[in-house]
């Protein structure tokens, strides 16, 4: 837990942090092994300085809140004069120069009474729909407040506050704070940091919202915490939430780790589902050199990407307690892969891709997974794709598969793109359901012989109107499994021999361009 070291600051541990929704992250960071380059940072110095002696942030800055709206980087910040945090307002043209709002501090603390009383702090603000949204902590530490704003700069603080407070003593989360949000469809997403009430371990929760101001969180009981800290690891006992970003329907986390004395660095976590975290072994971004303004701490990273560069706003200080605002930048992104869409027709499915820009790419490998009657096969290397190396022009790619020898009830493709230095990342998934053989066909049922019911199977390759029937021995109709139209692909339907007498049956597929009849047994 941080706690400042003089007694001008009435409230102990800086407690939040800073949203980012980024598309994409360097594909040069890989788990389970892979080289990490993203350490491969420039450092621009400090961007946000303390303010002018007097003024209501001349003691510290920090915990910064980045987002990149109507050609304008945005930035909400916490701020400090030795007695009350309150949160400021500044923009800039690049990322780097920055004009603070002559309205700031444009959110305060509440009246004398109020749960945010003591102070406000570590802002994570997402704009939605032209309303910009913020999420911020007391000093109190146990609670987050919501407000919404139609500029960024007059803040009206939601009547339902706090909209998430801490759990009962004893607890992984008495504390509670630091909410990190996104937002995609109707869902609001939360990672929030908490801690138990000794403040000994500090660790990661999620909550999610569904409503149109994302208020009423109901938190994760069945994960939380969703990403702990490790005896023995680099970033025990104190792991704080910084960002949050999403590529190819994974998540990264930047967040602050290390040190409850400030000694903290900035490490990665990656998920897939958003509760199961895996962190990278080390931190992605360090201390700077000794007698560097940022040589003691670094921490609560608000990171973007921005013309394919990795932009990072982070706060650090030569000391307990002390804290400005600088900022990085790290690789470009090799490959930005903006589609990826599979289409079945006449036994191929057709695979098309598309890019942004390209960095440094060697091609890409197409994996393919069968699935059998809720049955999932592995993933098989079916053919490689060479890229276009370095490109800033959008680049389209298309790959037939054949499947006409596949016998499948769905397809499952992915893409492995891979650079010239060995790395590489998947893309997310694309699955056909049903796919189309190259010709009609019609299976012999399984099983046969059979009782009391057997499965028959067969396939179209174009869209067509179709009548499936089933007769006895002497051609008198028994059953009419189906009539009307389907789309191309494989079907299957159940036949029910109930009170049928044992012997020779003939199914029947009947199409505009084709007619096919097989045997099978009934045999009680």
Known sequence: MKNFSTHKFNFSSIFVHTLLLIL?????????????????????????????????????????SVIFESDTF?????????????????????GINWTKNEMNPVLDAGPPGSWDNIGVAGPNVIFIDTIFHMWYSTSEETKIGHATSPDGIGWTKDPDNPVLEGGPYGSWDYYANGGIVTFDSDTFHMWYTGWDALKTNVCVGYATATNPYGKNWAKDTLHNPVLETVLGEWDHPAIYCGSVAILNDNYYMFYEGGGINWDAEIGLAKSNNKVEWERYSDPVFTKGQPGSWDSYWVGR??????????????TGGTDVGVGKIGY??????????????????????????STATEINNLGFEIERKILQNQNAGEWIRIAFVEGHGTTTEPREYSYPDDISTVQ???????????????TYEYSSEVTVENPAPVDYVLYQNFPNPFNPSTTITFGIPIKTHLVLKVFNAVGEEVAQLYNGEKEAGRYSFEFSSVGLPSGVYFYQLKTENYVQMRKMILLR
């Not at 994409?24 to 389970?32: D, I, K, V, W």
């Not at 499948?408 to 060995?422: E, H, I």
Request: hydrophobic content about 40%; cysteine-free; overall charge negative.
């Open 74 to 94: 945005r930035m909400w910040y916490s701020g400090n004069d030795g007695s009350k945090w309150r949160i400021g307002y500044a923009t800039s043209l690049d």
């Open 301 to 314: 990273p608000s990171v973007l990407l921005n013309n394919s560069v990795t932009q990072m706003w982070y």
């Open 408 to 422: 499948a009830t769905s397809l499952v493709y992915r893409l492995k793109q891979m650079d010239f230095l060995g």
């Open 24 to 64: 994409l992250l360097p594909l040069y960071q890989s788990l389970n092994g892979q080289t990490l380059n993203f350490n491969d940072w420039t450092r621009y110095g400090v961007v946000l300085d303390v303010g002018v002696p007097g003024t209501w942030d001349d003691e510290i800055v920090g915990f910064a």
């Open 328 to 353: 990085a930048t790290g690789p470009a992104v090799p490959v930005e892969l903006i589609s990826f869409t599979a289409t079945s027709q006449l036994g191929k499915v057709i695979l098309n891709w």
